[in-house]
């Protein structure tokens, strides 16, 4: 395994999803290569940064109340 | 019923978060100050879901009133055994995927400029060290939420979607590959891709020096 190849399983690898062979590969050529270690860890970084934006973004996000009384109009409409 | 209506606006606090069984309630029950509680509630975090899937303001609040809609309608059918929000997210991020796939596939663009380089003997072209400035404590902090966002709303539209349906909406790989139209195989390659982008595009950010 080249660091090309490397590059190409850090999703698999951090989803548990690489075949045990391939993964003993890929261990194997982290082990050797401090770039590559580097490199996994920006890209495990770079998912959860993704993971918490997604959850601060959730939770700073108002409901419009416009959209509240859009929604509740239509709802009482169903009810009848 | 309505007693979560009142435990204020704070989703990450553990503390504000509604008993189950009350929501279950609210749901079914037809009192409409309860029902209404319950958009109250989940409706931010719908908005953020469809926002982020389409980028389009007014499309996004349709999805999200599209999505109580339909929840309401089959309000009786849910049977707990997904828990109220999930069972919401997953409305409405359906609704948004049917307006996003009404929309006219553009080609795909290449964002090789944003993935790894390498030399001819396949190692690294590019010396990488640690992020110095990619602390939890930085990664919470709402500048840098921002700047990730940021970041990935500069990806091209196919890779922002993919990393969007996958690593934010959580959908996935066959349903990712479903909702655009191209195989698993494909879907799982073009994440790949993504998040490679990506980490180019938010490198800048943790490599230290002044932010």
Request: charged residues 35%; hydrophobic residues 40%.
């Given at each position: 395994v080249k660091c090309r190849e490397a590059a190409e399983f850090l999703s698999d690898f951090l989803a548990g999803t690489l075949e045990l062979e391939v993964r003993t590969d890929f261990e194997a050529h982290l082990g050797r290569c401090p770039n590559c270690r580097a490199f996994l860890e920006q890209f495990r970084t770079t998912l959860r940064a993704e993971t918490l934006a997604g959850r601060d973004e959730d939770a700073r996000t108002v409901m419009p109340e416009e959209l509240v009384r859009g929604i509740m109009a239509v709802v009482g409409k169903r009810r009848g | 019923v309505l007693a979560f209506a009142a435990m204020g606006d704070d989703r990450t606090s553990e503390a504000t978060v509604p008993d189950e069984a009350d929501l279950v309630r609210s749901l079914r029950d037809d009192d409409p100050a309860a029902f209404e509680a319950l958009v109250r509630h989940f409706g931010g975090r719908l908005l953020a879901a469809t926002r982020r899937i389409l980028r389009h303001e007014e499309d996004a609040r349709d999805a999200v009133q599209e999505a109580f809609v339909s929840a309401f309608r089959s309000r009786k059918q849910f049977?707990?055994?997904?828990?109220v929000s999930t069972w919401l997210h997953r409305i409405a991020i359906n609704a948004a995927l049917m307006k996003l796939r009404s929309r006219r596939r553009r080609p795909e663009e290449a964002i090789d400029d944003l993935l790894p380089t390498f030399r001819e003997d396949g190692h690294h072209a590019e010396s990488f060290g640690s992020?110095?400035?990619?602390t939890d404590d930085v990664l919470v902090r709402e500048e840098t939420c921002a700047y990730v966002r940021e970041a990935v709303a500069r990806l091209p539209d196919q890779y922002r979607e993919v990393i969007v349906l996958?690593?934010?909406?959580?959908?996935d790989t066959e349903e990712t590959a479903a909702a655009l139209g191209i195989t698993p195989n494909a879907a799982k390659i073009r994440l790949h891709r993504a998040r490679l982008a990506l980490r180019t595009l938010v490198a800048p950010r943790f490599q230290g020096g002044p932010l």
């Open positions: - | 049977t707990g055994a997904a828990r992020w110095t400035e990619a996958r690593d934010f909406e959580g959908l």
